[in-house]
């Protein structure tokens, strides 16, 4: 239903406290506002969390010779690997690292997005304003 008027205004002074704490957190981790609250959405939401089919199949593209060194000797790819082959070496990777996969891919992918971050200064003015 409708938030009422006097909770919808203690809400947004809650919601620009946790906008300033989350700009000093991204300032001291030098990190652009947006990733640092994606992550702590992320984090903190109850959904199923991140996409990690995804994120490895992003992974596995820029490792593929690596990640294609997981499948038993004697299953050799010639070409492009099909989506078998690729779903079986996720759960190889998902079994070599059990404990630590989601953080590993999670990482990665945030290193990526980081490397990524390059641009115009009027793209970075964009990311900052959101």
């Not at 984090?43 to 089919?53: I, K, Y």
């Not at 038993?72 to 990777?93: E, M, Y």
Request: hydrophobic share 35%; net charge negative; proline share 4%.
């Amino acid at each position: 239903g409708r938030v009422p008027d006097a909770v919808l205004a203690v809400l947004t002074e809650g919601f620009k406290e946790i906008d300033e704490m989350v700009s000093k957190l991204a300032a001291h981790v030098k990190m652009p506002f947006h990733q640092v609250s994606d992550c702590y959405i992320r984090l903190h939401s109850r959904s199923n969390g991140p996409n990690l089919w995804n994120t490895y199949s992003m992974y596995f593209a820029k490792n593929m010779d690596r990640e294609l060194a997981r499948l038993p000797k004697g299953d050799q790819v010639a070409g492009t690997p099909t989506a078998d082959i690729h779903k079986c070496c996720f759960s190889l990777f998902k079994e070599e690292y059990k404990d630590t996969y989601s953080t590993i891919l999670e990482t990665w992918k945030e290193v990526k997005e980081l490397e990524n971050m390059g641009g115009t200064v009027a793209q970075q003015q964009q990311l900052f304003d959101k």
